[in-house]
Structure formats: structure tokens, C-alpha cells
């Protein structure tokens, strides 16, 4: 019901700054969040990011005070702005819209962070 594209990925150095997107359609009956999540290399997949339908936004650990997540609901976008990346932030960064009737993901966009 829920298609997601992500954008905005790439290389970038280490204390570099880069902005996610998140584009989404399709029909759409009951938002209730769209989370950022990230899986690196022989990880599991994790939030890293979350901003709700009531627009209160939450942060892992491993990003907080480092990332902002925001949206523009006009345009139906959710953008990950992410700053002091480091080599950890390497990852696929999916947004994942969390609908009352189950999740949907987007296929990813590389993040890779490197010198």
C-alpha cells in the first residue's frame, strides 16, 4: 500500500554532514511513525531514528545529538539529516513507514563513511 524510495546517500568523510531522503506514496490510510533505521555489514538492522505521526522525534543512542529527523509533510518527505558522521555510520539506511497495519520499507541508500 506504502512505497518508500530512499535518496541522498554516498561517500563522505569521516566529521562530514549528509542529508537522507525519504519519499513516500501510495495509499495511505493510518501513519503512525517513520522511522530511519541503518544495517551495516554483518549487523542487525537498527533504529536509529523515529518521528511520529504526532511529529515527536526519537534517536538511538548511536546517533543522538548527531542526527535530526524532519519531515515536510507537502511534499511527503522525511529527511535524516546526519552531522560528525564517523566510520560507525557506515551502513544501508532504510526508512521504514510504520502503518497501523504493519511496517513498509524502502530498499536503502548507502551511507559510507570513510577518509
Known amino acids: 500500500q506504502v512505497q518508500l524510495v530512499e535518496s541522498g546517500g554516498g561517500l563522505v568523510q569521516p566529521g562530514g554532514s549528509l542529508r537522507l531522503s525519504c519519499a513516500y506514496s501510495?495509499?495511505?490510510?493510518?501513519?503512525?511513525?517513520i522511522d530511519w533505521h541503518r544495517q551495516a555489514p554483518g549487523k542487525q538492522r537498527e533504529m536509529v531514528a523515529t518521528?511520529?505521526?504526532?511529529?515527536?522525534?526519537r534517536y538511538s543512542n548511536s546517533v543522538k545529538g548527531r542526527s535530526t529527523i524532519s519531515r515536510d509533510n507537502a511534499k511527503n518527505m522525511v529527511y535524516l539529516q546526519m552531522n560528525s558522521l564517523k566510520p560507525e555510520d557506515t551502513a544501508v539506511y532504510y526508512c521504514?513507514?510504520?502503518?497501523?497495519?504493519?511496517?513498509?520499507w524502502g530498499q536503502g541508500t548507502q551511507v559510507t563513511v570513510s577518509s
Open positions: 521504514n513507514f510504520r502503518a497501523v497495519e504493519g511496517d513498509y
Open positions: 501510495g495509499r495511505i490510510f493510518s501513519m503512525n511513525a
Open positions: 518521528i511520529t505521526s504526532g511529529g515527536t522525534t
